[in-house]
């Protein structure tokens, strides 16, 4: 059964087909073969349960704020601050492109808007300052995936919404790994810097700094919504995305006026279009997860094939739980692999009294990597139509960010309070 399953899936993408169709052809052909007593139309009811959670609703809302804020001048005022604070130190212009993802992934929660909002307009200052190519793409791409963790986070909506795991806590959790990850590139660009003997920029001065702050000052209130929000109890991680979207109209309509409001409806059809791919991957993924479960393949897979068990210990359950995802990830669309993976390991963890917020922070972050990572990555695949270079030079300088990705990954399983720090701080556990 888990043969034909695989079979089917890799076949049908590689000929090609959107993802949802290997996922509910796969689901049918097992059904039809193996249980031909179990009505078809279960798949369907699957399908509408799996888009049913009120949590979901915080997609739509995220997708619409970053919509918003990429089409308006929120990114370039970041950049513009951050800039007058760092470039004049040793890799400044690349440690404001990190610093910059960073601080816009906990805007918009999404890799995709942080590569294009970022990455148009701070990558030609990056070529002129004599930086390569490929140092440039692969610094924007991995930077870019921060987004993931730093909240919001859609990634972790999914994954919440999956296994059951509170969402303000993944949110949370995720803020250490994040910062972590910015610190290690920061290092890596100002090294970069020295080997390239790229000069210094000169120093802003402090009046165009204040200016520069001035404004990006409310632009810096976003994630002071989420995470403060949250943390304070004021609002719920749905309702924290709905105050995101009327701040942003708010900020770029009627403060900065960057936008017109005769842009909106272009905005909104924008939003459902990316809203509509992702609730179909969902659907479909949850379809496709209740036939392995129904057909009891994670147990299987699990116990037959890995041979893993709640006995089998903290590292070995989290190695491969890490593996799997960054795998999966490298192929597919992180969604899709968040629904298929999820309720195969989720319930092994648990058993072995692993904290779910900490493997759902550890499966972000392999998320992470693997959307950043060849062959498939889908940040690659952004970045090639945002920056129009070929894929291998968009690719040649993902090496070392990968490597530091992944360094950060085994900091994490080693010290686990890099996450639950801040959530135990908030939660009181």
């Not at 949850?286 to 393949?297: N, Q």
Request: glycine share 8%; net charge neutral; charged share 10%.
């Amino acid at each position: 059964m888990a043969f034909l399953l695989i079979g089917i899936l890799l076949v049908l993408l590689l000929l090609g087909f959107p993802m949802k169709v290997p996922l509910l052809t796969a689901a049918g052909t097992v059904l039809w073969v193996y249980y031909p007593e179990v009505d078809p139309a279960v798949l369907i009811q699957q399908m509408v349960g799996g888009i049913k959670p009120s949590a979901l609703i915080a997609v739509p809302m995220f997708i619409l704020a970053a919509e918003i804020m990429t089409r308006g001048q929120t990114a370039n005022r970041l950049m513009d601050l951050i800039m007058t604070f760092v470039g004049h130190f040793r890799g400044g212009l690349p440690i404001t492109s990190a610093v910059s993802c960073t601080l816009f992934g906990a805007i918009s929660g999404s890799t995709q808007a942080t590569v294009v909002a970022i990455g148009g307009p701070i990558r030609p200052r990056l070529l002129n300052a004599g930086y390569p190519d490929s140092f440039t793409s692969a610094l924007i791409i991995n930077a870019s995936d921060i987004a993931l963790l730093i909240p919001p986070s859609i990634g972790m909506i999914v994954y919440g919404v999956v296994s059951g795991t509170s969402i303000g806590e993944l949110f949370l959790a995720g803020v250490g790994p994040g910062l972590l990850i910015l610190l290690l590139f920061c290092v890596y660009c100002y090294v970069a810097s020295i080997r390239l003997d790229i000069p210094r920029l000169p120093r802003t001065d402090w009046g165009t700094r204040l200016v520069a702050l001035r404004k990006a000052l409310l632009a810096l209130g976003f994630p002071v919504i989420v995470i403060g929000g949250i943390y304070q109890g004021w609002f719920s991680p749905t309702e924290a995305a709905a105050m995101s979207v009327l701040y942003a109209v708010i900020l770029e309509m009627g403060v900065y006026r960057d936008l017109s409001w005769r842009e909106l409806p272009d905005i909104a059809l924008s939003t459902g279009m990316i809203t509509a791919v992702v609730f179909i991957l969902v659907g479909a993924g949850t379809a496709f997860s209740w036939v392995i479960s129904f057909a009891h393949l994670p147990e299987v897979l699990i116990q037959d094939f890995l041979q893993l068990g709640p006995e089998s210990g903290y590292v070995t359950i989290m190695a491969t739980i890490s593996i799997a995802f960054f795998i999966g990830c490298m192929f597919v669309d992180p969604i899709v692999v968040i629904l298929i993976l999820t309720p195969i390991f989720h319930p092994l963890a648990v058993d072995a009294g692993i904290d779910p917020v900490l493997v759902g922070t550890v499966v972000t972050l392999q998320v992470a990597i693997g959307s950043a990572t060849p062959p498939f990555g889908c940040d690659i695949f952004t970045a090639i139509a945002v920056f129009r270079r070929p894929y291998l030079a968009v690719i040649r300088g993902t090496p070392p960010f990968i490597l530091l990705l992944a360094l950060a990954a085994v900091l994490l399983i080693a010290f686990p309070e890099i996450a639950l720090w801040l959530r135990n701080l908030a939660f009181d556990k």
